[in-house]
């Protein structure tokens, strides 16, 4: 028999609801014609995309013509920092991001240290949060590109976008933001915002993987980085990707229909799994900020353990969950997100990302208060360091 999974890794992915299916479906097989193409099964896929534009842009508080498709996330990240930094090099050659982003930008700002551009990493403080005068301070006659993320995937928080947007806006210099994460949780519209490119992924908010977009403002000079057909008004070549493209749209539909009703019983669940943790966990430090933050993501470190330990075990007892530590992500070091909110290594090792979704249910919070406090025990009466600080002697 199949045990039952608590799945508490919606930053990861998510499942593609049942709607968005079925929306898809028949564009793998009747309506499979090239929208490129003449005659007339294509104009119905030619719609299809049409369609999807407009409900993305809808979603963003922006134009049809201003939205383009990608494989997903990493594509629209890399596509805006290449894009702009490439088109916009006879302007100057600084870069300013900050050091929490998502590996789809931090390794796309290495590339193009390479190529010659110059890169400024802002620090954040405890809580996750840049200094608004430090990035003021960091812009220069050079700077062409401002890119940084509108929320966290590790520990949620969100940053002050339209402050961002403001300033750069007033510096006349091009900003971009990493909304993979805010879609469904954050009331996103790039105008209020001051944003000039924002990128997105389907599989964040219950759509299809291999799926993304990138908001690109009219006017903002910006290079392609897929060279081919004319496929998305000679933007970004390729057949497009059909039945990804309609689950896109009505993904983000669904997403930002009764958005705050949702987002306050997802934070209530949150809250109540948090506090409970706390309250039967002790040497248990929250990370990240409480107030700006996204309603479905908790990040805790339990100090003494292991990540990697905590997510075998949490595993055999059907949870599904993450760690900041580093084995996880195959390097030596642990998360660089919870290194930069000043975690020493060792706490950050022992940390624990749960993040809910919109069925995530009370039932299984309360297996989870059951569980977890067991598991943390069982692994710091293993650890040396735990008898250490505990006084006793083995
Ligand atoms: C998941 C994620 C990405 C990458 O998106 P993919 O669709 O997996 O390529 C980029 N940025 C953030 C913040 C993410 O959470």
Request: proline share 3%; hydrophobic share 40%.
């Amino acid at each position: 028999m199949d045990k039952k999974i608590v799945y508490l890794d919606h930053s990861a992915t998510t499942y593609v609801k049942k709607e968005v299916l079925d929306d898809m479906l028949p564009y793998f097989t009747e309506n499979f014609g090239n929208p490129s193409s003449l005659y007339s099964i294509s104009r119905k896929t030619k719609s299809a995309i049409d369609t999807s534009r407009e409900k993305v842009a809808k979603a963003l508080g922006a134009k049809k013509e201003e939205i383009y498709f990608t494989a997903g996330g990493s594509e629209a990240d890399n596509w805006a920092l290449k894009g702009v930094a490439f088109a916009n090099k006879n302007k100057g050659n600084h870069i300013i991001t900050t050091n929490i982003e998502h590996p789809a930008i931090l390794n796309t700002c290495k590339y193009l240290e390479k190529q010659g551009f110059e890169v400024t990493y802002l620090g954040v403080n405890e809580e996750g949060l840049i200094s608004l005068e430090e990035l003021k301070n960091s812009i220069k006659d050079t700077t062409i590109l401002i890119s940084i993320m509108l929320a966290n995937n590790e520990i949620g928080t969100i940053q002050p976008i339209s402050e961002i947007g403001k300033i750069a806006k007033e510096s006349g210099v091009i900003f971009h933001t990493d909304a993979v994460q805010a879609v469904g949780h954050v009331d996103i519209n790039v105008d209020e915002m001051n944003v000039d490119l924002l990128s997105i992924a389907a599989h964040k908010f219950y759509g299809p993987k291999g799926i993304g977009a990138l908001y690109i403002r009219k006017g903002i000079k910006i290079d392609n980085i897929i060279h081919g057909g004319g496929q998305e008004r000679k933007k970004r070549a390729g057949t497009e990707n059909i039945p990804a493209v309609v689950g896109i749209g009505r993904a983000i539909e669904l997403a930002t229909e009764n958005m705050d009703e949702k987002n306050k019983e997802i934070a209530s669940k949150r809250d109540r799994l948090l506090n409970g943790i706390v309250a039967k966990i002790p040497y248990t430090k929250v990370n990240g900020s409480l107030e700006s933050r996204l309603p479905n993501n908790l990040n805790v470190s339990f100090h003494f353990i292991e990540g990697e330990g905590l997510l075998l075990l949490l595993d055999q007892a059907g949870i599904c969950a993450s760690t900041g530590s580093a084995c996880s992500s195959g390097s030596l070091d642990p998360s660089h997100v919870l290194l930069a909110i000043g975690l020493p290594h060792e706490i950050a090792h022992g940390s624990l990302r749960l993040s809910l979704g919109e069925a995530t249910t009370d039932e299984e919070i309360d297996y989870v208060l059951d569980v977890l406090p067991k598991i943390v025990q069982r692994l710091r009466d293993m650890s040396p360091l735990y008898s250490k600080a505990m006084g006793e002697v083995k």
